[in-house]
């Protein structure tokens, strides 16, 4: 019997429809067209979701390590980044796969966190991922193998801090050129693999200089506020250097005033008041006007102008000030007073840049020239104006080499793209430098300590029934390819060199044999002075296992798009 008709039309989907009326007040029905939205669920979802990865990872893959290869990176408005940091060439590749923006959040954490670090948790995580592919397909539960994971992490990461060297173990007044030495190693370690790494000695003792020079000795922390980084396109890495005290990009307010300001004589040091009150007579408010009819009247105004510029002025030279630094500007009369009364100035000082040079010279901001004292002023040991080439470029260094509780780290190179990269380079060795003050643990670098985790917990695999075997395995996997990523770059074979670093491991049992990625002709990374802090190993392999259980637990994907009526 045929069927009535009405049976064989299919239905449409009447779950979003929109009742209307139209100008005759009869109802109707939209009904809209979902055939945008887009669904991936189950072992589908998954796998996609692991390709995704894997494309992001290949790319990034090759920046890792000293032989790693840097990227050149091109702004929709056309602006170039060169740059070998993780973290900046994933945030600046444009993606529109959801997993793939979620390795780009992975190692802005990282970043985040410890500041260097950020490519290794990326290859590692992406290779947890295809390693969760091949046992997704043998058949194994994604849950299973996450709880797999996490397990493997916890003992891998707790197998590394049992045998992570204590550089504290150095006392830091006692012998504080052996701590020096062990900081320097690792922020030079960092600088290896970026575009500096031709002069990372003077870079690393940089970073080295500024971390101790302001660091919190009691907290054990590091503000990175007092640490500023200054840059100047010209010249060339060599002549970057680190300023103790504060770099201003502004001169004297007047041409006459001396170049270098040194304490006076019978003084220690150079005074300064530093205010935020303007060399400006007092001017009527906007609700009151002032008429000058006569001759005598604007005289009249006129001196009192002139006595209200000698009173500031008396009022500095009275609290015993030698130099102002204003953080407004003066007219060409309050200027000229200045240079009369031997008074260098500096006008147009920012806010931020003011409170730098409170905090280094120990001074106070002072808001009106009345409260000016001498227990106010700031005092340095010097200001000198820094010229560059043969243009009329100048700076100011306002110095106090012993003591300053801020530092400027002035990078100097030929192009915006080098100093750009100059300045990451330097970020992620202070960083690296600042994560030891406050975790004074380290573990040897050039894979090595992967290697120890991968041969832990795959001994561990061995040790367990069931599932978790596939899992420990897998992870111990996982941990190789930093290792084998590593000989890769640097032009070594990866397997070969990975069972090399593995017999010699088990050998000798101590974890200090890595690629040799320069090659120096050792793998020994304690006799090659690689090494990382201990917290940012540990940081990768918690957040690059964190992810992948994330995304293993992701089975359905719902993308809506615009709906159509
Ligand atoms: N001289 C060296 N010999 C062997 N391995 C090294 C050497 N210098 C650094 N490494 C290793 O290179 C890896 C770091 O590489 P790289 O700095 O490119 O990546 P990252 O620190 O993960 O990311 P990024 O610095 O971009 O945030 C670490 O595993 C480190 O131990
Ligand atoms: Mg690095």
């Known amino acids: 019997m045929a069927q009535p008709q009405q049976q064989m039309m299919e239905m449409p989907d009447l779950s979003n429809a929109i009742v209307a009326q ?53 702004s929709p408005d056309g602006e170039i980044t060169i740059t070998n940091d993780g973290a900046t ?28 670090g950020t490519t290794g948790v990326v290859v590692i995580a992406s290779a947890l991922l295809d390693q969760a592919l091949e046992l997704i397909d043998k058949g194994i539960h994604p849950i299973k193998i996450a709880n797999g994971f996490d397990e493997a992490a916890k003992l891998a990461v707790s197998h590394l801090e049992s045998v992570t060297e204590d550089i504290t173990a ?73 300023i103790k005290g504060v770099l201003l990009d502004k001169e004297f307010s007047h041409p006459q005033m001396p170049s270098k300001v040194l304490p006076r004589e019978g003084q220690k040091s150079v005074k300064l008041a530093i205010l935020t009150c303007p060399f400006e007579p007092p001017k009527p408010k906007t609700k009151h006007k002032l008429d000058i009819s006569s001759v005598e ?29 204003c953080q407004w500007g003066f007219d060409d009369e309050a200027n000229h007073l200045l240079l009369q009364n031997e008074l260098p100035a500096v006008r147009w000082v920012g806010g931020q840049e003011l409170e730098h040079i409170a905090i280094s010279t120990n ?3 002072v808001p009106r020239f009345q409260d000016l004292s001498p227990d106010k002023l700031g005092e340095c040991s010097s200001i000198y104006e820094l010229e560059f080439g043969t243009t009329k470029d100048r700076m100011l260094v306002i110095e106090q080499p012993e003591e300053s509780k801020t530092v400027t780290c002035f990078i100097r190179g030929s192009n915006k793209m080098i100093i750009d990269e100059a300045q990451r380079a330097l970020h992620d060795s202070l960083c690296v430098v600042r994560n030891l003050i406050k975790d004074s643990r380290i573990v040897y670098g050039g894979g090595a300590a992967e290697v ?32 084998m990523t590593l000989a890769e770059n640097s032009g070594l074979d990866p397997i070969e060199t990975l069972s090399t670093l593995k017999s010699k491991q088990l050998k000798e049992n101590i974890p200090v044999f890595g690629v040799d990625c320069l090659g120096k002709g050792s793998n020994d990374m304690k006799e090659l002075f690689v090494v990382d802090p201990f917290i940012s190993k540990k940081q990768q392999i918690m957040l690059a296992t964190q992810l992948c259980r994330m995304i293993l637990k992701i089975d359905n994907v719902i993308i809506s798009g615009k709906d159509e009526y």
């Not at 590749?93 to 979620?102: F, R």
């Open 22 to 74: 139209d100008e005759m007040g009869r109802p109707f029905i939209i009904v809209k067209d979902q055939s945008n939205k887009k669904r991936q669920h189950g072992l589908e979802a998954k796998k996609s979701h692991i390709l995704a990865a894997r494309s992001v990872a290949s790319i990034i893959k090759t920046s890792l390590g000293p032989r790693g290869l840097d990227k050149i990176l091109i």
């Open 89 to 116: 060439i994933l945030s600046q590749m444009e993606l529109d796969n959801q997993i793939a923006k979620l390795l780009v959040q992975l190692s802005k954490s990282q970043d985040d966190e410890i500041g260097d």
């Open 170 to 242: 150095i006392e830091f007044e006692k012998d504080s050129k052996l701590l020096n030495d062990y900081l320097f190693k690792a922020a030079k370690t960092s600088l290896g693999s970026k575009i500096v790494s031709k002069v990372h000695d003077k870079f690393a003792q940089m970073a080295v200089d500024s971390i101790l020079s302001v660091m919190d000795k009691e907290r054990k922390d590091v503000d990175f506020d007092l640490i500023k980084l200054q840059t100047r396109v010209g010249g060339s890495l060599e002549d970057s250097s680190l």
């Open 297 to 325: 009247e604007y005289k009249k105004l006129q001196t009192y102008e002139q006595d209200k510029f000698k009173e500031m002025i008396q009022y500095v030279k009275d609290s015993g000030a030698d130099v102002v630094i």
């Open 363 to 365: 001074g106070r901001i």
């Open 452 to 483: 120890t985790m991968s041969l832990a917990v795959s001994e561990e695999a061995d040790k367990q029934r069931g599932i978790h075997q596939y899992a420990f395995k897998a992870f111990a996997n996982a941990l190789d390819t930093v290792p």
